[in-house]
């Protein structure tokens, strides 16, 4: 058993702030295997998912997430990603995964111009992929967010196919998961929070799921993200996953 | 070898939504400047640099906005060149 934990790596950059929280709640919560790797790193050295963290890499110089992309261990997560495997972008992760071409779209400044920062509602669509297997669809999360630029943005066309191939992950809801415009509050097309790859293996999402686990400051919503990653529970699922074998 | 200043004016494309320009236009509003139609922010980056022509300078420019200043889901970019004075010799 515990030789089959997984190994989750969570990326750090300059200028992240979620990736002690995403370590913590992997190792005490999920109860992963968690090991932070530098940006300056090359490889990923056998490690079954990835986890770019939130933050601010490079104070968001440019554009969120703009330079981080071009990080020396930016490639071989692209590889890892091509190949199949789980990667997880929370927020700045999102915008990281976005600026590599890995997730489509782009992140825009809030609507309001606000931070936002506080709990929200999102609602698991009609998406299959490895880290959303302990999540029904149409089940309502709550996750706190905290984002400046977190506005959605694909086009007409994108968008049409990302709803075609079902990779629309999470909408901003109300509490009963109904869709208003109030609840979508940075302003995000078609409300969404969170997309996945074509392949499923992919998954960036606004919402901190790592700061959304344990009992004592959350109903554990995030937990159900994350610990999709062990699937039915022996720890197999997470290699060499793919849409295919990542079931339900 | 000439130096140049290759300026990069990177905006919002047409259709993405601009709350900075938005908030900006409601200023310029209560300022009761009248008229106003539109106000759309982007931003302009200079890069300095050497190249053998204004031509070869547009284009190194061109290959920074293509890989990393720009970014084609939500901006649209245009590039000037300007020859930088020569620091006079003695």
């Known amino acids: ?22 370590l913590h709640a992997l190792a005490h919560d999920v109860g992963v295997n968690a090991e932070l790797i530098d940006y300056r790193a ?7 998912a990835v986890v770019l963290p939130g933050g601010f890499s490079y104070g968001d110089a440019l554009r969120a997430g703009a330079i981080a992309r071009f990080a020396p261990i930016m490639g071989a997560v692209q590889e890892f990603a091509r190949s199949g495997g789980p990667v997880l972008g929370i927020c700045n992760g999102f915008q990281v995964l976005t600026e590599a071409h890995l997730l489509p779209g782009a992140l825009l400044r809030n609507r309001t111009l606000k931070f936002h920062c506080h709990v929200t509602h999102v609602r698991l669509e009609d998406a299959e992929s490895i880290w959303l297997s302990n999540v029904s669809p149409g089940e309502v999360l709550s996750l706190p967010i905290a984002h400046g630029e977190g506005s959605y943005y694909v086009d007409d066309e994108t968008l049409a196919r990302l709803e075609d191939r079902n990779q629309i992950a999470f909408r901003y809801v109300e509490k009963d998961g109904s869709l208003t415009d109030e609840a979508n509050l940075n302003g ?27 009992p004592l400051t959350s109903n554990g919503s995030g937990l159900k993200i994350l610990s999709s990653l062990l699937g039915s529970g022996d720890g197999r699922q997470v290699a060499g996953s793919n849409r295919h074998n990542a079931v339900r | 070898m000439r130096r140049w200043t290759v300026k990069a004016i990177i905006m919002p494309k047409h259709g993405v939504n601009d709350p900075q320009g938005e908030a900006i236009k409601g200023g310029l509003q209560s300022l009761e400047f009248s008229g106003i139609e539109d106000v759309r922010a982007g931003k302009q980056i200079a890069i300095m640099l050497e190249a053998r022509s204004r031509e070869e300078a547009v284009a190194a420019v061109e290959r920074m906005c293509e890989q990393l200043l720009a970014n084609p889901v939500i901006e649209t970019y245009s590039i000037s060149a300007d020859e930088a004075r020569q620091e006079s010799a003695t």
């Open chain 1, 42 to 48: 090359t490889a990923l050295n056998g490690i079954d």
């Open chain 1, 1 to 22: 058993m515990m030789s089959n934990t997984p190994r989750v790596a969570v990326i750090g950059f300059p200028g992240s702030n979620g990736d002690h929280d995403a």
């Open chain 1, 188 to 214: 995000s097309v078609s409300a969404i929070a969170g997309v996945i790859s074509e392949a499923g293996n992919v998954l960036g999402l606004m919402p901190h799921p790592e700061r959304a686990t344990d």
